[in-house]
């Protein structure tokens, strides 16, 4: 866009038009953020050349409305002239509208190519949307993890909590297991969802794509500047879209390596264990952990659900019934219903933890208990 | 049957029943036409309080009232009350009182389908409304209604796709009688480009209403389909694809757009003149202007769907096509201005309230052309910069010509003059607080906030804030409107003359105020100047 | 005909249009209660298309009262004419909205889902197993959606169908020039031609959905093409019935010496409805069973 109109320009129209310039607008949070990729910053050019225009338009055509009104008022003692049209200056302001929307047109061509180049990609993140969290799988690394809104915000945001949510630093943009990518490589992102609708949204990395269930949407983008950045999921999914943010912390090449390795390592140590014979105890404080974070967006901490929607679990004929009911919707979901079929989602060490701390916890106390191997017997 | 077969030399009595018979029963297009805005005031309090609902949870960061399934539901039911329960009967009702007392005629084409179209629409929102009683809660998908989500409404889901099954009978019946009446009613000796303009405007919004309506009908029956009969319209494991429910949602969902503000430009086109006492500059090019709008509107649908991942191609021709609709529109601002220009202005509140509507669905207008400029909008899609936007188009445009059609008409419709004191000071407070209301909102989506959220980061707490104060004074201060609208209802006020207006030109002014029962029982000659 | 350039005919107050409000919200709400599993809701939708049964009778009883004692002017003809071409128009749209997916499904969706374009990850990553080709009975994830065994093919039944419409588009005109001669004996038969064959088309049709469903295991649950075939000749089959309906009428009427050889607004609208159903079948011929 800078071929339009160079900074130097943009700034200069700024004061002509008499507003605060646009490094102060983004400070006070009342602008669009430029951004850390190439994109973004682009996209941020387009959007103020956009605002420039249609705010000048906007003093010249509001000023010869206001000067009219002051003076062409009948207080004032004038007649009013009779003419009804003037085809000159109808054409002028055809034209000059035309002229005007073109000079937006070519520059915002130009970006939209360049965002739909997904070539040349040198990794790939698919992002799944759940709701209400979301799931990143590295495949060229093979690993993958599930990203849920922090659990001290989720406490704070619940209703009458009593917590003061100011006092809370990036109040439900904080996530538990945010997303890492490294900086100047180029990454292609997939997206798609496993129920809803969601939209995957960075602001700085300048796009929002839309995650749909069955169908994959690709996008791509290539940080410069390492640092965390904040989005959320920006399209209507339910109960708790508003609580599904995106936490994106873009480091140098060698840390995102080294942390890719760790992860690798921990998920193969998370998974390992379904052979061995788990206590009680071992069970129930992983399940609990589990549970605060798959569950209780739905169940509730205290796990009396909110009906009608979400049953309560405590008192529920399944979690004090048999237990191979309860193994077969955690497994499974329930379809038809927001239950999710967690079988894909978790490992059996874990949805055997949760479905023991289900029995046993939350006002339950069945006594029973499921090893790990037995769920993944049932799979 | 016929209660009259009027022509030049027989007089005939207003006899019609009584009581609430007249209403029920009433084929005339003034009851009619009152019901009609009655109706929608009665909405606008409805659908408002709702959105005071959504504005006092967002006051603070937080969640203090009511559950996000709830503030979903609100969202909701707000938007398609306001859509189809305030804007849509509101400016039918206007069609209803004005339009054949503007083209010298007796009545509305089709009179007792005319009282249908009417009855129908309270029996249709109590179904809507009726939702939020049911367990599980009112709709909360969003007005939009996009599925797989929608699916998974608990009982409310048939409710609401009957309902808007049965707005959408209303609506297109409401549609074809206007057409029937434009094209069939006009006083002898009228040609087409001899009508008023909110005739224009109003037979062009009747064209879009016909191609349009029918096809949201289509797009909730997939939905029922979907949900209750097996079939794989929006599911990918069986073939289909959500996105397909976008497309054809707002294939009716942008001409629906024009739908609400065809006539309000067609208001204000009437309005502007008479206070400025000046004939309205460009008419020709106005009713031009209003039909390519209309055009245009069918193949821009997609400036909705931006960040659905559409191929290229798609996504730049919708740009090409979102950002034409410019042009045109443009042509109106500048006619409008043009027709101010060397005038001799008045400010009665009719004026203001079309003054401020020029002023602010213009800004409304920059924010959707700003929009439509496909990569920009991959960051303000779905955030509070498109909630701005739509309200500054909707309330401080659509919402701001319906009010100053009412103060225009009023006088007209009930024979005397409404309280120019409360009238300004409504109009004050009114254009003070949607600014307030709407504008920080635009701060808000730049800054990252989406929409439909009950909940929100603490960096965005000042001007939701503000925005809530403004709201909640904006929603109040329409309280003065409904007692304005009572006292000239009961006499109370100047009486009005036929002319009402000193710059009034049409043939509505010719006729007593208020009209006679049956507008014109001889065809008026038309003069042409 | 109390024609004059000067009147215009006003209708009196009428409580039909509530009544038929009522009837319609019977409907809707009983529909909707039905479909939340309460078994008094189709009790409620009967209650209520009694009402509207009756309001519909009602109605019409009075139009077509007054149409035949003479009370109604040119205009009031025209105005009709406007209305009926107008409604012809939104139920154009109407199916438009259906035909609209159909080409989507099979032009865009169905396609990406095999891998397409733009739909290579969608295919690879997702469903892997999905081929595109269309008729698609087997969907991208069968163990939701029924397989079926074949599709109905273009030249069985739905071939003899497009025959059966089209003379009975040729019935219905001969009919209209009957009328127009004052040949009231021809314009009778033909009409009694018309909406014979149009009961045999939904007959047909009929026995077509039984053999689908039975035989074919071709079901509105086997995926887009089910879905899209059972929606769009569904809704046109249930056009045909109202239309048969409405020609049953009209023939009723003609035999009772209704219509005159100029003004007969009643027959022409139903005559443009048949012919714009007939002109649906072509379209769906074409699209849904041959190419
Ligand atoms: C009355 C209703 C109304 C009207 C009139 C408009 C008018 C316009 N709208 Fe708006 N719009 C809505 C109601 C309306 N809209 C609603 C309800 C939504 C949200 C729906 C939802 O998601 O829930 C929406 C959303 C919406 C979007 C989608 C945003 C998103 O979700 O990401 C877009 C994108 O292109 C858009 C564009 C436009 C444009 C280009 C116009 C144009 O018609 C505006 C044209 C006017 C002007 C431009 C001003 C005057 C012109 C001049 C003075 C001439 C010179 C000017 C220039 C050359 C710049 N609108
Ligand atoms: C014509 C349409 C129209 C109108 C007039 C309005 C009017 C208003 N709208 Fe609305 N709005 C929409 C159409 C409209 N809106 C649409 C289409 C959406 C999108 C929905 C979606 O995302 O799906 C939306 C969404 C929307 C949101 C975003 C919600 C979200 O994303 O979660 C907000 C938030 O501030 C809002 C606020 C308001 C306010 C404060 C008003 C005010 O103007 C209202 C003024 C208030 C009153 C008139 C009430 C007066 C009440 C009293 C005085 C109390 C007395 C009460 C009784 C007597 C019963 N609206
Ligand atoms: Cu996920 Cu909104
Ligand atoms: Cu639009």
Not at chain 1, 249 to 275: H, N, R, T
Not at chain 2, 228 to 248: E, K
């Amino acid at each position: 866009m800078s071929d339009f109109v160079s900074n130097r320009q943009i700034k200069a129209l700024i004061l002509c038009a008499g507003l605060m310039p646009a490094t102060a607008l983004a400070e006070y949070g009342l602008n669009m953020t430029r951004g850390v990729t190439t994109i973004s910053r682009e996209i941020y050019d387009l959007h103020m050349l956009a605002f420039i225009m249609v705010s000048i338009i906007g003093l010249i055509v509001f000023g010869l409305m206001i000067w009219s009104i002051i003076h062409h008022r009948k207080s004032k003692g004038v007649k009013a002239s009779q003419f009804r049209h003037n085809s000159n200056w109808e054409t002028v302001w055809t034209i000059i509208p035309i002229l005007i929307l073109l000079s937006f047109a070519a520059p915002a061509t130009r970006t939209l190519i360049e965002l739909e180049d997904i070539e040349d990609t040198e990794m790939t993140i698919k992002v799944t949307g759940y709701q209400w969290r979301w799931h990143y799988q590295y495949l060229e690394e093979d690993f993958g993890f599930f990203s849920s809104l922090a659990s001290d915000h989720n406490e704070a945001r619940q209703k009458n909590s009593g917590i003061d949510v100011s006092k809370i630093e990036n109040y439900l943009l904080e996530v538990d297991n945010p997303v890492v990518i490294p900086v100047e490589t180029k990454i292609r992102f997939l997206l798609t969802s496993n129920d809803v609708i969601h939209a995957w949204w960075v602001p700085e990395l300048g796009w929002k794509r839309d995650a749909i269930p069955g169908f994959i949407n690709s996008n791509w983008t290539m940080v410069t500047e390492p640092g965390i950045y904040r989005g959320q999921c920006a399209e209507l999914c339910g109960r708790d879209h508003g609580f599904m943010p995106v936490v994106l912390k873009a480091v140098p090449q060698e840390e995102y390596l080294q942390w890719a390795k760790d992860m690798k390592q921990q998920q193969a140590e998370a998974a390992s264990g379904v052979d061995r014979e788990w206590t009680m105890a071992e069970l129930m404080e992983r399940g609990e952990s589990v549970y605060t974070t798959a569950c209780v967006s739905c169940h509730q901490a205290n796990g009396q659900g909110l009906p009608p929607v979400f049953p309560a679990l405590t008192g529920s004929p399944i979690a004090t019934g048999p237990i191979s009911d309860h193994i077969s919707i955690v497994i499974d979901g329930m379809q038809g219903t927001t239950m999710p079929a967690f079988g894909e989602q978790l490992n059996a060490v874990d949805i055997a933890a949760v479905i023991t701390f289900e029995r046993n916890a939350l006002g339950n106390s069945v006594g029973d208990m499921v090893q790990p191997a037995e769920i993944q017997a049932a799979q | 049957m016929s209660e009259a077969v009027l022509n030049g030399v027989e007089h005939q009595h207003d006899h019609h029943p009584t009581g609430i018979k007249r209403w029920l029963f009433t084929t005339n297009h003034k009851d009619i036409g009152t019901l009609y805005l009655c109706f929608s005031l009665l909405m606008f309090f409805i659908g408002g309080a709702m959105a005071l609902v959504i504005r006092a949870e967002l006051f603070s960061p937080g969640i203090q009232y009511v559950d996000p399934q709830f503030f979903n539901s609100m969202t909701t039911m707000h938007a398609l009350i306001m859509v189809f329960g305030v804007v849509m009967p509101g400016t039918v009702g206007f069609a209803n009182w004005m339009l054949p007392m503007m083209i010298g005629a007796p009545d509305m084409a089709l009179p007792r389908m005319n009282n249908w179209s009417f009855w129908i629409l309270p029996f249709a929102f109590t179904l809507l409304l009726m939702t939020l009683l049911l367990p599980g809660g009112g709709p909360a998908g969003g007005w939009t209604m996009y599925p797989p989500l929608m699916l998974q409404t608990e009982h409310a889901l048939p409710f609401v796709i009957f309902a808007v099954h049965f707005m959408g009978v209303s609506s297109v019946m409401g549609a074809i009688n206007i057409v029937a009446t434009i094209l069939n009613m006009r006083a002898p000796g009228m040609k087409l480009l001899d009508m008023p303009l909110f005739v224009w405007t109003w037979l062009v919004t009747a064209f879009l209403l016909i191609g349009s309506i029918p096809v949201l009908a289509g797009a909730v029956t997939m939905l029922l389909t979907d949900k209750f009969f097996g079939t794989s319209f929006f599911d990918a494991a069986g073939g289909g694809d959500p996105v397909l429910f976008q497309h054809v949602f707002w294939f009716f969902g942008h001409p629906e757009v024009y739908i609400l503000i065809l006539p309000a430009f067609g208001v204000v086109s009437q309005i502007i003149p008479t206070f400025a006492r000046k004939p309205l500059f460009g008419y020709v090019s106005m009713v031009y202007a209003t039909c390519s709008i209309a055009l245009l509107s069918f193949i821009v649908w997609a400036h909705h769907m931006f960040t659905v991942g559409m191929p290229l191609a798609a996504e730049l021709f919708f740009m090409y096509a979102t950002m034409s609709i410019a042009v045109p529109t443009g042509v109106k601002i500048f006619n409008w201005i043009a027709t101010m220009w060397r005038g001799e202005m008045t400010f009665e509140t009719p004026m203001l309230f079309a003054v401020a509507f020029v002023i602010l669905f213009t800004i409304g207008g920059f924010s959707g052309l700003m929009l439509g400029i496909a990569p920009v909008d991959f960051q303000y899609h779905d955030t509070y910069f498109v909630v701005a936007h739509f309200h500054y188009v909707l309330v401080s445009g659509a919402i701001f010509s319906m009010m100053a059609g009412a103060y225009y008409w009023l006088p007209k419709w009930t024979g005397y003059m409404y309280d120019e004191k409360l009238g300004k000071l409504h109009f004050w407070l009114s254009v003070v607080s949607v600014n307030l209301l709407f504008f920080p909102q635009h701060f808000l989506g730049l800054a990252g906030m989406p929409r439909r959220i009950p909940d929100y980061s603490t960096q965005f707490s000042e001007w939701n804030a503000i925005s809530s104060v403004g709201g909640f004074v904006f929603g109040f201060s329409q309280l003065i409107l409904v007692w304005v609208i009572i006292k000239s209802a009961r006499g109370h006020g100047e009486k009005a003359t036929a002319q009402v207006w000193e710059g009034a030109n049409g043939l509505e002014w010719t006729l007593s105020s208020p009209p006679p029962y049956h507008s014109f029982e001889v065809p008026p000659k038309i003069s042409r100047s | 005909m109390t024609d004059s350039d000067k009147a215009y005919y006003l209708p009196s107050p009428s409580h039909w249009p509530i009544t038929g409000s009522i009837g319609l919200f019977g409907i809707f709400l009983g529909a909707a209660i039905w479909l939340n599993g309460a078994t008094f809701g189709p009790w409620v939708m009967a209650l209520g298309s009694a009402v509207f049964i009756y309001m519909l009778i009602g109605w019409f009883g009075v139009v077509i009262h007054e149409s035949e004692s003479g009370q109604y002017n040119d205009q009031v003809d025209d105005s009709f004419r406007m209305g009926m071409i107008w409604f012809i128009f939104s139920e154009i749209m109407f199916f438009a909205c259906f035909f609209g997916a159909l080409f989507y499904a099979r032009m865009l969706s169905v396609p990406w889902l095999g891998g397409d374009g733009a739909g290579f990850m969608t295919n690879y990553i997702l469903w892997p197993n999905f081929v595109d080709n269309w008729p698609i009975s087997v969907t991208p994830d069968p163990t939701l959606f029924r397989e079926y065994l074949e599709v109905v093919p273009a030249w069985g039944v739905p071939a003899v169908n497009t025959v059966i419409l089209l003379s009975s588009g040729v019935t219905i005109t001969l009919a209209h020039w009957a009328l127009k001669e004052g040949d009231r004996k021809s314009l009778v038969r033909w009409l009694f031609a018309t909406f014979a064959l149009g009961f045999v088309f939904v007959g047909m049709q009929g026995q077509e959905y039984y053999h689908a469903y039975h035989e074919l295991n071709l079901t509105l649950n086997s995926g887009i093409y089910g879905t899209t075939f059972f929606m769009l000749t569904g809704f046109h089959g249930l056009h045909v019935t109202l239309g048969s309906i409405m020609l049953v009428v009209i023939w009723a009427r003609a035999k009772k010496g209704h219509f005159s050889e100029e003004r007969h607004f009643a027959f022409e609208a139903v005559a443009w409805y048949w012919h714009f159903v007939d002109v649906v079948w072509l379209l769906l011929f074409v699209t849904v069973y041959w190419v």
